[in-house]
């Protein structure tokens, strides 16, 4: 069972260049979300996701598209990068239920750096 | 929106001694869920614990357990006999029970140091 796979885990861009994180899994779970991690602010929710063809902004959604065509993938797409951009990205999943397993299972995360 | 506040962002501890994280949150749900996450330099956030509102019983997990105070809206980690492994960043995080979009909401962190 490999949970959440996130790749890259490194890129260096151009500032105005475009591209896509890719994160997938296999646990079947409704939920996914992007994050960004930067020094002193915590993980902080880009965008989300509630089910296949279903996707919505969270805190920081500028600059940032997603789209979720099936269950098990939720891309990150950068539209034009720029060095604000530059952070530490997770992809997370969860489940809806009250019983156990109600947390977030997270990819490895991919250092972006906007040069 | 809820919010979650950390205000240790570095805290240090001897080897085989105990140490407490603190944290707090703000909401006005009855609801909800609270995790602590540990994140090492490999970047891996994993999850350390977790505490449903609607338990009274403080969660424990191995040399993990926590304080929940919800009418204070305070929910602390104490680390037991504490190991060099133990050395990481440290993440508060609540989830609510009840919202469609099953966010979590995270602090800013608290990186803490293993003194040999």
């Known amino acids: 069972n490999a949970g959440v796979t996130q790749t890259p885990k490194f890129q260096v861009l151009k500032t105005g260049q475009s591209m896509t994180l890719q994160c997938a899994q296999d646990?079947?779970?409704?939920?996914m979300s992007w994050y960004r991690q930067d020094p002193g602010m915590g993980l902080r929710l880009i965008h989300y996701?509630?089910?296949?063809?279903?996707?919505d902004q969270g805190e920081v959604p500028n600059g940032y598209n997603v789209s979720r065509s099936t269950t098990e993938d939720f891309p990150l797409r950068l539209l034009s990068a720029a060095p604000s951009q530059t952070s530490v990205y997770f992809c997370?999943?969860?489940?809806?239920?009250?019983?156990?397993?109600?947390?977030?299972?997270f990819g490895q995360g991919t250092r972006l750096t906007v040069v | 929106a809820q919010t979650v506040t950390q205000s240790q962002p570095e805290m240090s501890v001897q080897e085989a001694e105990t140490v407490t994280l603190s944290c707090t949150y703000d909401?006005?749900?009855?609801?909800?869920?609270l995790f602590w996450y540990k994140q090492p330099p490999s970047r891996q956030m994993i999850l350390v614990i977790r505490q449903e509102a609607y338990k009274q019983q403080n969660a424990t997990e191995n040399r993990f357990s926590v304080n929940f105070q919800k009418a204070a809206k305070s929910f602390s980690l104490k680390i037991s006999d504490s190991q060099l492994g133990d050395a990481a960043m440290y993440f508060c995080?609540?989830?609510?029970?009840?919202?469609?979009?099953?966010?979590?909401?995270f602090g800013t962190g608290t990186s803490l140091t293993v003194i040999p």
């Open positions: 995080a609540y989830r609510s029970a009840w919202n469609t979009g099953n966010q979590f909401y």
């Open positions: 646990m079947n779970h409704e939920y």
């Open positions: 997370a999943s969860s489940r809806t239920d009250r019983g156990g397993n109600t947390e977030a299972f």
């Open positions: 996701s509630v089910g296949a063809g279903i996707t």
């Open positions: 909401t006005s749900e009855s609801d909800y869920y």
